[in-house]
């Protein structure tokens, strides 16, 4: 029997939290696949394709509620992708769902072709994505897909922050007319959105308000963005926190105001450092002539470590203490900074 997978929060990060008054939820998967039967009992058309991962996407109990709308196609994911989007061609709102590391390269040409490219609405739903296989390496890291989708047209790309942000994705994605990519890991969430929040694919939601750093934020890394603000605000700087949930197409007005309107900005990804949130957001600030002093945090091009999702984003920074020492950082960059303390 395997040892259980260390906290992602250290007990200081966790006492933050309870100061937030922020309640942990559960994995962004399981909410997922319970949000996916649910809509899949009141609409038949709602159909789930598989590559023998029912089991490691919590959806045992889609295929025994309705094992008509689950197709099981097997280790095959280009068979996977080009089933679903022959599914979404004949009116079906199909789901993919398969583990992100082999689903965005072994059915690559796949998803580019049958669905982007064929404008099909197939949802292509990314588990266990970033380092969430951790232990298991880089065969199982998925830390290239965001980079390698942003740059196909005609697809959206939303790595949803919490359990509100995801049953608000997978909604909008069974509604979705045209291709969306899904992303997801496997660890449980804090709960960070007031009930009156409101979700729209592309339009980034501040959870925080600054104008000292901004972090700039996307999937499991939202909520150390957030606890590392709360952590520098007892040090005096105020920051502004946003959930970047969708990453194309980007919210540039978000961006924008954060550049310009804050000392510093640093973005905050489980993705590698090249092609994903921070290089957009980066592109976005360069391209509008906003010169403002700026971090990408993400895996670094080396060979990742092996271990937990905790352990790899502890080595790499992805924490609240790791985000708060690097905003330090890069506001001691500033023109306008101020020494705090």
Excluded: W
């Excluded at 029997?1 to 399981?30: D, I, T, V, W, Y």
């Excluded at 025994?64 to 022959?86: H, M, T």
């Amino acid at each position: 029997m395997s040892a259980p997978a260390p906290s992602m929060f250290s007990p200081a990060a966790q006492a933050m939290a309870e100061k937030l008054g922020l309640q942990k939820g559960r994995a962004n998967l399981e909410e997922f696949a319970e949000t996916l039967l649910t809509l899949a009992k009141e609409d038949r058309d709602v159909v789930v394709v598989t590559s023998d991962s029912r089991g490691s996407g919590k959806l045992v109990p889609f295929g025994q509620a309705l094992p008509d709308q689950l197709v099981e196609v097997g280790i095959a994911e280009q068979n996977l992708v080009g089933i679903s989007a022959g599914l979404a061609a004949a009116g079906k709102k199909a789901f993919a769902v398969s583990p992100g590391c082999f689903l965005t390269s072994r059915a690559l040409e796949q998803i580019k072709n049958d669905v982007c490219y064929s404008d099909v609405p197939a949802k292509i739903i990314s588990i266990s994505a970033g380092v969430s296989y951790g232990a298991l390496g880089s065969t199982h890291h998925s830390l290239h897909d965001l980079a390698a989708l942003r740059a196909i047209n005609n697809v959206t790309i939303v790595v949803p922050a919490d359990n509100f942000e995801t049953r608000e994705a997978i909604r909008a994605a069974a509604r979705a007319e045209h291709p969306m990519f899904v992303r997801f890991g496997k660890a449980a969430m804090y709960d960070l959105h007031a009930p009156q929040t409101k979700f729209e694919v592309g339009r980034a939601i501040t959870l925080r308000d600054g104008d000292d750093v901004a972090f700039l934020a996307t999937g499991e890394t939202v909520i150390h963005s957030l606890l590392a603000a709360a952590q520098l605000a007892e040090a005096g700087l105020d920051c502004r926190v946003i959930s970047m949930h969708t990453v194309k197409p980007l919210d540039t007005e978000a961006v924008l105001r954060a550049g310009r309107e804050c000392r510093a900005v640093v973005t905050a990804e489980e993705h590698s450092v090249h092609g994903g949130l921070g290089e957009a957001c980066a592109a976005v600030l360069m391209q509008a002539g906003v010169a403002v002093p700026m971090r990408i945090v993400g895996i670094p091009d080396e060979d990742t470590v092996t271990g937990a999702q905790a352990d790899i984003f502890r080595h790499y920074g992805i924490t609240m203490e790791g985000l708060a020492k690097t905003a330090q950082e890069v506001l001691s960059q500033s023109p306008h900074h101020s020494p705090v303390g």
